[in-house]
């Protein structure tokens, strides 16, 4: 039977538009996976497994986690509504101002009708407590819109999604990725070059979606777009992103899109290995640094730790830790915000002192500078009351930079710091796609036959990200681009009808 459907990489992304070419009547889907199986999944199986999306009232979460109360006491009480002027909000603030406005309105206005038809396809989900929860008290408090994510984070995510295609039919070829795209006389694509151990081969198909990732896992091109010093950047997730969609998808006249020079990159463990370890996925991160103080080997402040919640400044603080001299900084904190830092820290092996003089004199850095800085930021301290859960304006100002919020005194023993450096998480340059996921080619109009999906997807983050809009955006734009190519776009009037809220049901 003739492949209706031809699928590059087995992400999120990728599996959603696969899943979604059979539910809209492609007969035979096809997955080509780059990884062997045992290292399928891409970032997606490395993910936190977080999504975020527009929803006016706890209560919509109901259909999407309704045991969720058992896990968590209180839960639909204390979710706030995030509704999407505020997803919005927080997309054109991170961005400043840049992410394209109609691929910004379908990630937005397409969310929360996405989480519903995951859920419905089998994607187990839970309230995401250790990646946005602060208990205070005897309550949860979840940073609004980054409230749920797949059970088993990444790894359940992946697993699921692996589970639901090959139930739906799809056949996955494991160890085989796409070099080439292949065009008719009239310029549509009609399949790929493939090659697999068995070498090259050419797999025709009716149309071909690109979910094959960015280039973050390719040194040249990160020096070549991202510049020094990404070239020797630790990558987070795994090592089958070389941007080859990307390259594909140009060869054939594809219009470049987003910000090529940035790109995603957290703060992590300075000895988290080069690429993701598949066991470890996520939990390299470092992400509590809103409750310490950050400085470098120069034994210098050199962010604002408190600028916003850590889901708002997290994917632009590892480049400039790998900006700093050495690439690396230290995270400092003291006991009292102990019981505040994430689970992942875990992972990892402070250095441990009783005194923050002791401390400073175990870190490898300038260490008269680094305790000028700390008497600095001390001398700096407002008044106030601290609280996590708000942005609470207990601020250090009049030292460069400022400490905006949750800015206390180092006093209390013992203290802690951790080495981090920045982890390349993807890539924000893209091609461009217009509503149906269509490729745009070089005169403005589609590339026939020729779909993308997911980080391949340029426009949408420029800079910085909202947490937790990777994986919303793959399966948007994932879902689209599988009914489109099977020949069910989502009409115009059909994609404003869902960007509107729908009650569950
Ligand atoms: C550690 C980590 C934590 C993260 N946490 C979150 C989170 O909690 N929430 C969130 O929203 N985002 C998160 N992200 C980002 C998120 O994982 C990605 O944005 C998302 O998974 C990208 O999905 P994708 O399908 O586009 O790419 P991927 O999941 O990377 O899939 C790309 C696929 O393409 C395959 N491939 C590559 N080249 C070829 C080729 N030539 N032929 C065939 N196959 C090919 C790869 O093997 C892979 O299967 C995280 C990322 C990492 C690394």
């Known amino acids: 039977m003739a492949i209706d459907v031809l699928v590059v990489g087995a992400g999120n992304a990728a599996l959603s538009a696969a899943v979604a070419a059979r539910e809209q009547g492609a007969r035979r889907v096809v997955v080509l996976e780059k990884a062997p199986r045992e290292l399928r999944g891409g970032n997606t199986h490395y993910s936190g497994g977080l999504f975020r999306f527009a929803y006016d009232a706890a209560e919509d979460l109901r259909p999407l986690v309704p045991d969720v109360e058992r896990q968590v006491p209180g839960f639909f009480a204390s979710v706030e509504p995030y509704p999407q002027a505020r997803f919005r909000e927080d997309l054109e603030r991170v961005t400043e101002g840049r992410t394209d406005p109609m691929l910004a309105e379908l990630l937005i206005g397409r969310s929360y009708d996405t989480v519903r038809w995951l859920a419905r396809q089998g994607v187990p989900l839970e309230a995401a407590v250790s990646l946005s929860g602060v208990k205070t008290g005897a309550t949860i408090k979840f940073s609004p819109g980054a409230v749920i994510r797949a059970r088993g984070e990444g790894v359940g995510l992946s697993r699921a999604w692996f589970e639901i295609a090959e139930r739906r039919g799809v056949e996955i070829r494991y160890e085989t990725w796409a070099v080439d795209l292949v065009q008719d006389r ?26 094959c990732g960015g280039f973050e896992s390719n040194p040249e091109w990160r020096a070549r777009y991202l510049g020094r ?16 969609g990307l390259r594909m998808a140009m060869a054939v006249g594809a219009l470049p899109h987003g910000q090529w020079t940035g790109c995603h990159s957290t703060p992590i463990d300075a000895d988290a290995p080069p690429f993701g370890d598949r066991r470890l996925t996520d939990k390299t991160n470092r992400l509590s640094y809103p409750w310490g103080v950050l400085v470098n080997v120069a034994g210098r402040r050199f962010f604002d730790e408190g600028e916003d919640f850590q889901f708002y400044t997290y994917a632009k603080l590892g480049g400039i830790i790998l900006g700093q001299p050495r690439g690396v900084a230290f995270q400092i904190f003291d006991a009292k915000v102990a019981s505040l830092l994430e689970g992942r820290y875990k992972t990892g092996t402070p250095i441990v002192a009783d005194s923050l003089e002791d401390l400073v004199g175990r870190l490898p850095v300038d260490r008269a500078a680094c305790r000028r800085t700390l008497e600095e930021y001390d001398a700096a301290l407002g008044e106030g009351r601290f609280d996590p859960t708000a942005l609470d304006g207990l601020a250090a100002r009049g030292i460069q930079p400022a400490k905006s919020n949750w800015a206390q005194r180092l006093d209390s023993s013992p203290f802690v710091a951790y080495a981090v450096t920045g982890g390349i998480t993807f890539t924000f340059g893209g091609v461009r796609v217009d509503e149906q996921a269509r490729v745009i080619g070089p005169a403005w109009a589609p590339v026939p036959g020729l779909y993308a999906c997911g980080e391949m997807v340029g426009g949408i983050f420029s800079t910085n990200y909202p947490g937790g809009s990777g994986l919303m955006s793959g399966a948007v734009f994932g879902r689209i681009a599988g009914a489109a190519a099977a020949g069910h776009p989502p009409t115009r009037s059909a994609s404003r009808r869902r960007a509107t809220r729908r009650r569950p049901s």
Do not use: F, H, M, Q
């Open 186 to 211: 009239r310029g549509r694509v009609t399949g790929v070059v493939a090659r697999s151990p068995g070498g090259l081969e050419a797999i025709a198909a009716r149309a071909v979606v690109l979910g």
């Open 229 to 244: 010093p990404w070239d020797s950047a630790k990558v987070r997730g795994t090592r089958y992103n070389t941007g080859d």
